[in-house]
């Protein structure tokens, strides 16, 4: 049994006695434990994170550069190591955890580039032999706190740039799916990041709580759900923080008649069932304008009947199961409901790969779930039941889908289907979500744009990775200077070759 603890200062750590069980989600059974930071173990890694900063901080931007490079090459060269980790804990499947560290690996592609992203502005002569400049420096120590959902992606959505600004960080991993976290460590002091710079705390909100309070952590980057990143964003603010916090989600694809039913299927199938729907980004709701609605769930009922369901490391499984047991059961129960909606496939009936139906079968199963003529306003139409249950909600018009869309609390990810490129525009005008896809269902953005979403799926001011990342890892500063007799460096005919 594996037992996983903290890294601190460049070594492994047990910390303090608690621990936590890890589960493999295929089969139910214990795999391993993780350790539970105390307050003091956070502390320990705040202090080794204080005495790193100042040498990290005033290592070149190319130096800095050079180990982002290095961590980049030797991460592609683990994927397949670390996707397997998450796997193991997660239950995704093997194809979907190598995908998650793609998609993480750009913002680290993005964050090389770290010379040209903290180049500033420069005027020459504001005054009389006056200039002006602005810099921007990093803040010191800052912490990232990530959801069991992409236990490597997300904190790439934070570590690399911040790292790359020049800061030192804490990553505080879910405690569900801790492993990726140490590998990712591992694979930073391989390529060169001095011991102290990145470090993991393992735990709980005790480790969180410390997080938040602790005078030298400068500022919290957060994603999991809403009641928690409220919660991060109000304590961590009062003790003089800079957070940013992601939150749940609900999104709806807007379906309208003149759309490519086809593609509207496979679309809705994909980034409905993708990960069990444990995606923060899953299409949850199909806002199907009449009159297309009878036709379009046949279409979609044709498909999921086609999905292979089974453990993450067989290569024939398309979707894994849920992550605990209590998570599963919090999704299933949705299907007792008595809200009037038509139950068209129902996932606790599903066959999984090398068992039987995924409600008798060991593990954390449910398969690809399928509710029709779900009323708008119900529970299982607003609530964010992040599982493989995707709602047809029918709606009479665009108008409709639109006030349904921006009557939800959330607002992370929408999409719009359709050939209509003047409803598309108006679509994209109107609709109160942060992240929007025409004719594409999880309109994620690359890294050199910035993720994140409104209302209660975002509260902070700043979104994660591209330039609002580098702005949320750095403070501003502009001098103004005056040099009446610049002097000058001495004689060196070769090139420099240190920097
Ligand atoms: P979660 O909120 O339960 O946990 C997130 C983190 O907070 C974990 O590290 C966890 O240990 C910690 N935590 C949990 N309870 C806490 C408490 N009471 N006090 C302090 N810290 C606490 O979320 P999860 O179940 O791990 O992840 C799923 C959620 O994350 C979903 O709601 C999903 O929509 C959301 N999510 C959002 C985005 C986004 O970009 N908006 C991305 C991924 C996931």
Redesign the pocket.
């Known amino acids: 049994m594996k037992s996983v603890k903290h890294w601190i200062n460049g070594a492994l750590e047990d910390g303090d006695s608690r621990t936590a069980e890890i589960f493999n989600p295929a089969t139910g059974e214990v795999s391993g434990t993780v350790a539970m930071a105390s307050a003091a173990d956070v502390d320990a890694a705040v202090a080794a994170a204080v005495a790193a900063f100042p040498a990290w901080r005033d290592a070149s931007l190319v130096k800095r550069a050079r180990v982002l490079f290095r961590f980049r090459e030797l991460m592609y060269a683990h994927r397949d190591e670390l996707a397997a980790l998450i796997s193991a804990e997660h239950g995704k499947v093997h194809s979907d955890a190598l995908g998650e560290v793609a998609r993480g690996l750009e913002v680290v592609e993005f964050a090389c580039g770290i010379p040209h992203l903290l180049k500033g502005g420069f005027s020459e002569g504001v005054s009389t032999r006056v200039d002006s400049y602005s810099i921007r420096q990093p803040l010191g120590v800052v912490a990232g706190?990530?959801?069991?959902?992409?236990p490597a992606m997300?904190p790439m959505w934070m570590f690399p740039i911040a790292i790359a600004c020049g800061n030192a960080f804490i990553h505080?991993?879910?405690?569900?799916d801790p492993s990726a976290s140490l590998l990712m460590a591992r694979l930073w002091q391989e390529a060169g990041l001095p011991d102290g710079v990145f470090n993991v705390v393992q735990?709980?909100?005790v480790a969180?709580?410390r997080l938040l309070a602790h005078p030298d952590v400068k500022a919290v980057s957060?994603?999991?759900?809403?009641?928690?990143?409220r919660?991060?964003y109000e304590s961590g603010t009062a003790h003089g923080k800079r957070v940013q916090a992601?939150?749940?989600?609900k999104n709806h694809m807007l379906v309208l008649p003149d759309a490519d039913l086809d593609l509207v299927a496979d679309s809705a199938v994909s980034a409905g069932f993708g990960s069990a729907g444990?995606?923060?980004?899953a299409i949850s709701v199909v806002l199907a304008v009449d009159p297309i609605g009878d036709e379009l769930v046949d279409k979609i009922v044709e498909r999921v009947g086609k999905l292979v369901i089974g453990p993450g490391d067989d290569p024939k499984s398309e979707m894994g199961p849920l992550v605990t047991r209590e998570?599963r059961d919090k999704v299933a129960s949705y299907l007792d409901l008595d809200e009037g909606f038509k139950v068209v496939v129902d996932g606790r009936e599903t066959k999984v790969l090398g068992g039987g139906k995924a409600a008798e079968t060991p593990g954390f199963w449910l398969g690809p779930t399928v509710l029709d003529h779900v009323p708008a306003g119900s529970r299982t139409h607003t609530e964010?039941i992040?599982g493989p249950v995707l709602s047809i909600v029918r709606v009479s018009s665009y108008e409709e889908g639109l006030r349904i869309i921006n009557d939800g609390v959330y607002g992370?990810g929408t999409a719009i289907f359709t050939n209509d490129g003047g409803a598309a525009r108006r679509f994209q005008n109107e609709v109160e979500v942060g992240m929007v896809g025409i004719n594409v269902p999880i309109p994620v953005p690359m890294a050199f744009y910035s993720?994140?979403?409104w209302k209660a799926?975002?509260f902070g001011d700043t979104h994660?990775h591209g330039t609002e990342g580098v702005h949320f890892y750095t403070r501003g500063k502009v001098v103004t200077s005056r040099w009446l007799d610049p002097s000058h460096g001495g004689v060196n005919l070769g090139f420099p070759t240190n920097r």
Do not use: Q, W
């Not at 957060?222 to 990143?229: D, E, K, L, N």
């Not at 444990?278 to 980004?281: A, D, L, N, P, S």
């Open positions: 706190i990530t959801p069991f959902n992409f997300v505080k991993p879910s405690e569900k735990g709980d909100k969180v709580d957060f994603v999991g759900s809403t009641p928690i990143a919660y991060v992601l939150g749940g989600a444990e995606r923060c980004m998570h964010e992040f992370n993720f994140g979403g799926s975002l994660v």
